[in-house]
Nanobody
Framework: QVQLVESGGGLVQAGDSLRLSCAAS????????MGWFRQAPGKERDFVAA????????DYADSVKGRFTISRDNAKNTVYLQMDSLKPEDTAVYSC?????????????????WGQGTQVTVSS
């Protein structure tokens, strides 16, 4: 069992930066690939980024590539999402999730555990 708690969301202006954190409970955090997803109002939840168990492999949605950076600290049981050059279209609830395998990292049904989400609002 893994429990995930996100933090770091807020209201910022376009061009600003935010860093989201996702703290995991349990001693098996390092055995899970981790992903970030987001859901804007009235839209489906979309893949944002994923990272392998060791942090050696990373994947990003085209819409955030070059602006967002995913990282993890297995000693702290935490995964991060550094978001730079934020745009109003980045406004959404951001959720982290844990998956047994990195192979299907973009598929939401591959993730076994989810956090409750944190709101990110970017004003123009």
């Amino acid at each position: 069992q893994v429990q995930l708690v996100e933090s770091g969301g807020g209201l910022v202006q376009a061009g600003d930066s935010l860093r989201l954190s996702c703290a995991a409970s349990g001693r098996t955090f390092s055995s899970y690939a981790m992903g970030w997803f987001r859901q804007a109002p009235g839209k489906e939840r979309d893949f944002v980024a994923a990272i392998s168990t060791s942090g050696g492999r990373k994947d990003y949605a085209d819409s955030v590539k070059g602006r967002f950076t995913i990282s993890r600290d297995n000693a702290k049981n935490t995964v991060y999402l550094q978001m730079d050059s934020l745009k109003p279209e980045d406004t959404a609830v951001y959720s982290c999730a844990a998956a047994v395998s990195y192979g299907s990292r973009r598929r939401q049904d591959e993730y076994s555990y989810w956090g409750q989400g944190t709101q990110v609002t970017v004003s123009s």
